[in-house]
């Protein structure tokens, strides 16, 4: 690091200096009034005890817990393309295909699997799905852990949310007509 005489410096290095003690004295400010604020029994900063407390002023467009949709048979509609995994930037999605015993769908997972400690909440899962198997719900609820192997949701985990659709009608695709 260069030595800057105190005489010599310049005017950007003395407004970089002014700076530092800008940030140093907002934070301090911000600091000691939440600290009151605590001190008298108030509910001061941002600081929420997540999962006993949820935000309530939380987006409805929230991006949340990950769910499979069901077909009317109760089988999930993801069809084993692996677009989602693909995609997934977090690579946090692991997709096992098997022949399916429906002549109309070729392929079905066998595991489909969703590690929620690695997601980062993207969404390009539910935008890559070519037959909408995979959405995601704006609660946060469940999404905490104490144990990061217990944060691998499975198949049967994701398709508890059980929505179900009346045919296999997706973007004019129908498989009996």
Wanted: contains cysteine; positive net charge; charged residues 25%.
């Amino acid at each position: 690091m260069e030595y800057v005489d105190r005489k010599k410096r310049g005017l950007t290095i003395q407004v970089y200096y002014r700076e530092i003690f800008r940030g140093v004295w907002i934070t301090t400010k911000h600091f000691f009034r939440n600290l009151w604020k605590w001190l008298t029994f108030r509910k001061g900063g941002v600081v929420i005890l997540y999962p006993e407390e949820t935000r309530p002023d939380m987006s409805p467009n929230n991006r949340g817990r990950h769910v499979l949709v069901q077909r009317s048979n109760g089988q999930p509609r993801c069809v084993a393309c692996k677009m989602c995994a693909t995609i997934c930037p977090a690579l946090c999605i692991t997709i096992e295909a098997e022949e399916s015993e429906d002549p109309n769908i070729q392929r079905r997972p066998r595991v489909f699997e969703i590690d929620v400690s690695h997601c980062i909440f993207c969404g390009f899962c539910v935008e890559a799905c070519p037959v909408d198997a995979i959405r995601m719900l704006p609660q946060t609820n469940e999404l905490v852990g104490y144990n990061r192997f217990r944060m691998i949701y499975d198949k049967e985990k994701l398709l508890t949310w059980h929505p179900t659709v009346s045919d296999d009608v997706v973007y004019g695709y129908n498989p009996k007509a």
